[in-house]
C-alpha cells in the first residue's frame, strides 16, 4: 500500500523559511511526478508545485513562484518544498501528492496518492 507521509510543517514568522519533506513507501518513486497542494481554512484546495520523475522539470503556481522550490531524491523516496519569503497567505495544510505517471499535472484528480498533510502557519 503506498503511502506518503509529510513532515517539516510548524509555525514560522513572515519572511521566515520552512522545508517540508514527504517520504514516499511502496511507490515506484523514480517514475512517478509528485507534486505539493494546499489547502487554508474555508477556501479549495490549491496546486503548489510539481515535478517531473527525473527532477528535470518543476511547475509553480503565480503565488509561489521564486519562494517556493520543489525537489526530489529518487535514491531516498522523498521530495521537499522549499519555502522561503513566507507570507501569512501561505498559512494552510500541505499536502504530498504521487501519480502513477512520470508527467507533471496541477490538477488534483490527476494524482493518485495523496499524504495527511501536515500544517504550515505563518504569523504576521
Known amino acids: 500500500q503506498v503511502q506518503l507521509v509529510e513532515s517539516g510543517g510548524g509555525l514560522v514568522q513572515a519572511g521566515g523559511s520552512l522545508r517540508l519533506s514527504c517520504a514516499a513507501s511502496?511507490?515506484?518513486?523514480?517514475?512517478?511526478?509528485m507534486a505539493w497542494f494546499r489547502q487554508a481554512p474555508g477556501k479549495e484546495r490549491e496546486f503548489v508545485a510539481s515535478?517531473?520523475?527525473?527532477?528535470?522539470?518543476?511547475v509553480y503556481s503565480d503565488s509561489v513562484k521564486g519562494r517556493f522550490t520543489i525537489s526530489r531524491d529518487n535514491v531516498k523516496n522523498t521530495v521537499y518544498l522549499q519555502m522561503n519569503s513566507l507570507k501569512p497567505e501561505d498559512t494552510a495544510i500541505y499536502y504530498c501528492?504521487?501519480?502513477?505517471?512520470?508527467?507533471?499535472?496541477?490538477?488534483?484528480?490527476?494524482?493518485?496518492?495523496w499524504g495527511q498533510g501536515t500544517q504550515v502557519t505563518v504569523s504576521s
Open positions: 501528492a504521487a501519480r502513477s505517471s512520470g508527467d507533471i499535472r496541477v490538477l488534483g484528480h490527476r494524482y493518485d496518492y
Open positions: 515535478i517531473n520523475y527525473s527532477g528535470g522539470r518543476t
Open positions: 511502496e511507490l515506484t518513486f523514480s517514475t512517478s511526478a
